[in-house]
């Protein structure tokens, strides 16, 4: 397991339980979650420096930037890809309007506009499968990202509270981790949620720490 993720680093920059899931379009538009919250946009809290192993370096625009329109990402068209409440907060999960899109923001929703709480990046590789799974009691939401063509994908896993984004594989010298791999897929069993990886007859199992995902001592 040590060569397959030590092999595996992919150099990007920063940024219940679903199907694997294309992207596809849909319409920017305000939230219709009756949950989310009621208030004006503040980005505040999101002003300082992400913590240690967040993804990557950073992009534009970055972590507390505020939004009032899809112009404001500065790449052009852009789609929904899902939404989700993660600790209460509302988060739009927003990439670029092209197949295969090579970045993924979390946008905190608010009243008057939307918040980044991270992005994630990759100078290469599309996203070709997202899976996502909601961890204690809905406080975190883990997402599993395949990218690049089959039939073996590199998987990376990213994590939110709602108001930080990070690596959920062990991070080198900045950079997210990730795992070349035929399959991959959550678990969520009584001693917690694990990471199954299916590759040429041989699987290895990863288990979440809360933070990050660590193969088994």
Known sequence: MRQWVGAAVLWTA?????PSVALKHSAWSPS?????????????????????????DPVEPGRGAALQQPADLGVGPVRLVWTSTVS?????????????????????????????????????????VIRHV???????????????????????VLVTDGSNLWSGLE?????????????????????????????GGRSAILDFDGRQFASRP
């Open 134 to 156: 909601f961890w204690k009691d809905g406080q975190l939401e883990v997402v599993l990202l395949g990218l690049g063509p089959p039939p073996r994908f590199g998987w990376m």
């Open 14 to 18: 920063l940024l219940a339980c679903a």
């Open 171 to 199: 991070s080198r010298q900045g950079r997210p981790g990730a795992i070349v791999a035929e399959q991959a897929e959550f678990r969520e069993e009584a001693a917690g949620l694990r990471l199954l990886m299916l590759d």
């Open 88 to 128: 209460g907060v509302h988060l739009d999960w927003v990439a670029p309007a092209v197949p295969e899109a090579r970045r993924l923001w979390a946008l905190r929703v608010a009243d008057s506009g939307r918040c980044v709480v991270g992005a994630w990046n990759a100078s290469q590789l599309g996203i070709q």
């Open 32 to 56: 219709s979650d009756s949950t989310a919250s009621r208030r004006p946009l503040d980005c505040s809290d999101l002003r300082p420096p992400a913590p240690v192993g967040t993804i990557g």
